[in-house]
């Protein structure tokens, strides 16, 4: 059984690390002939803020997907990865705070993801443990195998 789905978890804090994400999705999506699939999971109020900077009446039906597709980092990986000619989707899920790990876990199932890459950041243990970790929540959860993509 080979690749055929990479999703790639891409949030705000990646616009540092968007050369890095897409050199490992090409390499690892690209030989396989693998599917992308962006993923940005939004707390509610960064999607309220985004969907405003859109500027789209309060009755028009913005979806997740949408709001996903037009954010500038996520937008910037997807278009390295046509570049690199790959095909790609973006893809939005909403989260409560602190659960961006679960909405990424939950879209890594949804999307049948054969692999799964996310970045972050080097933490102490002690910074782990009072604030948290996506990329620790989502390699201990996620349906698939992961790649991590350190910031340096």
Do not use: N
């Not at 050199?23 to 940005?40: F, I, N, Q």
């Not at 705070?97 to 939950?106: C, F, K, L, P, T």
């Not at 443990?129 to 993509?149: D, I, N």
């Amino acid at each position: 059984m080979g690749i055929q789905t990479v999703v790639v978890a891409v949030g705000h804090s990646d616009e540092d690390r968007i050369e890095e994400i897409v050199e490992t999705a090409t390499d690892l999506a690209g030989p396989a002939g693998a599917a992308v699939r962006l993923v940005h999971v939004f707390e509610r109020d960064e999607y309220d803020r985004i969907r405003d900077q859109l500027d789209v009446a309060v009755d028009d039906e913005v979806t997740p997907d949408e709001v996903a597709r037009r954010h500038v980092t996520i937008r910037k990986v997807g278009e390295a990865m046509g570049a690199a000619g790959l095909e790609y989707s973006w893809h939005g899920r909403l989260s409560d705070e602190g659960e961006q790990g679960d909405a990424i876990v939950e879209a890594a199932e949804e999307l049948g993801a054969d692999l799964l890459v996310v970045g972050g950041r080097r933490r102490s243990p002690t910074g782990k443990a009072v604030f948290g970790s996506t990329a620790q929540e989502v390699m201990l959860s996620a349906p698939c195998p992961v790649t991590f993509v350190r910031a340096d």
